[in-house]
């Protein structure tokens, strides 16, 4: 599996951006993703997560801003950031984890980078 992240980019506070993932390989529609992200200095965190299932988690400091989706057919997962604020500026990485029955295997995209500053 690869994972491929797109859309970051500068944007002002409280405007809008859209994150795109997209992956390669098999075992997408019924594998978990999520958004995580890493400011300078500090460690990656969680975003938020989606299930195969479509049922959706997000940290405190997102929830009712950010939202995450996913396309199986066409293998993307999505983060749409609405309102966004100087500190959501971080690197953005997807992830894809998938139980085999056996053990996990987790997957990650390379990063896009969002900057939020006027």
């Known amino acids: 599996v690869q994972l491929q992240a797109s859309g970051g980019g500068l944007v002002q506070p409280g405007g809008s951006l859209r994150l795109s993932c997209a992956a390669s390989?098999?075992?997408?529609?019924?594998?978990?993703l999520g958004w995580y992200r890493q400011a300078p200095g500090t460690e990656r965190e969680l975003v938020g997560t989606i299930t195969s299932g479509s049922n959706t988690n997000y940290v405190d400091s997102v929830k009712g801003r950010f939202t995450i989706a996913r396309d199986n057919a066409k293998k993307m997962v999505y983060l749409q950031m609405n309102n966004l604020k100087p500190e959501d500026t971080a690197v953005y990485y997807c992830?894809?984890?998938?139980?085999?029955?056996?053990?996990?295997?987790?997957?990650w995209g390379q990063g896009t980078q969002v900057t939020v500053s006027s």
């Open positions: 992830n894809l984890a998938h139980w085999d029955g056996t053990r996990w295997s987790i997957y």
């Open positions: 390989g098999s075992d997408f529609s019924n594998s978990g």
